[in-house]
């Protein structure tokens, strides 16, 4: 992928690979991410299936099953891995906003 093999992903990425932390098919993926986000996030029917596959072409997902034509995915070893890079990419910088926004950092 273009973002150097997924260094750091944008946010409907992330969801995605969140939701995807237990089995799901892609439009209750979408539900999913609308529900968990307040409706804050919501991915298009097109960029969800151009991202799951691109994520399954990068071995980040794979189809564990289908069912009435509709295809469930979860996170390989490798996707979980980006997952938690990503995750820990964030809290980092949440904790260096924090520091400078709440008067902690020197300047």
Do not use: C, W
């Not at 919501?42 to 299936?49: C, K, P, S, V, W």
């Not at 891995?81 to 924090?98: C, F, I, P, Y």
């Amino acid at each position: 992928m273009a973002r150097e093999q997924l260094k750091t992903l944008t946010e409907q990425m992330y969801y995605i690979l969140l939701i995807l932390t237990e089995h799901h098919h892609g439009y209750g993926i979408m539900q999913e991410v609308d529900s968990r986000t307040e409706g804050r996030v919501r991915i298009g029917a097109g960029t969800l299936y151009n991202l799951l596959s691109r994520f399954e072409e990068e071995d980040i997902i794979v189809q564990v099953s289908e069912e009435d034509r509709r295809k469930i995915y979860t996170l390989t070893d490798k996707g979980l891995n980006v997952l938690r890079n990503e995750h820990k990419r964030l809290k980092q910088l949440v904790s260096d906003g924090n520091k400078i926004l709440e008067g902690g950092a020197p300047k």
